[in-house]
């Protein structure tokens, strides 16, 4: 599978795989995926194995340190932080590493695209209990209990300052 941006003719097919993903009082509504394609084309990637996509990871831009109610509904271009939505893959898919390659993959893209994407510093997210350790293995710090409430589950704050990761990077080599 090859990581690209998401095209407006697979907003269907993404429409499906986040439905499929997520809770009904969670998963962000074909109009919301719409709008984020729309206003922050450069954050929206989907994972494809030849033309069919089988995986996305979408996010908005915001000037926080913090993910906050309105940081996840409202774009703010040039924001400092890459805010995460949703990281999707196709469940007939799942348990294979697609996501942890999908992530590690989107976070290099955005973190080299200076000209869309220069003020990044950070990326931000809140996940399930469940998920935090897939989180952390694509370089996410897990902070604690989140504020925000979305659904009937616990989220944690997680965050990956990229800063941080180069440093880890340069101190590999």
Sequence with gaps: W???PMQAADLPRASELEAASYPAEEAASPEQ???????APE???GAYEGSMLI???VATAA??????HDTMSVHSPGGTSV???SVVVDASRRRRGIALAMLLAYVDVIALDWLRCGATRRFLLVAKASLTDLYRKAGFELLGPSALE???DQWFDMRLELAARQQQRIAKL
């Design 83 to 85: 805010c995460v939505h």
């Design 2 to 4: 090859r990581l690209r």
């Design 43 to 45: 954050l929206f990637y």
């Design 150 to 152: 979305h659904g009937a």
């Design 33 to 39: 995926l719409e709008y984020r394609l729309r206003v």
């Design 55 to 57: 995986g996305f990871v």
């Design 63 to 68: 000037d926080c340190d913090t993910l906050e």
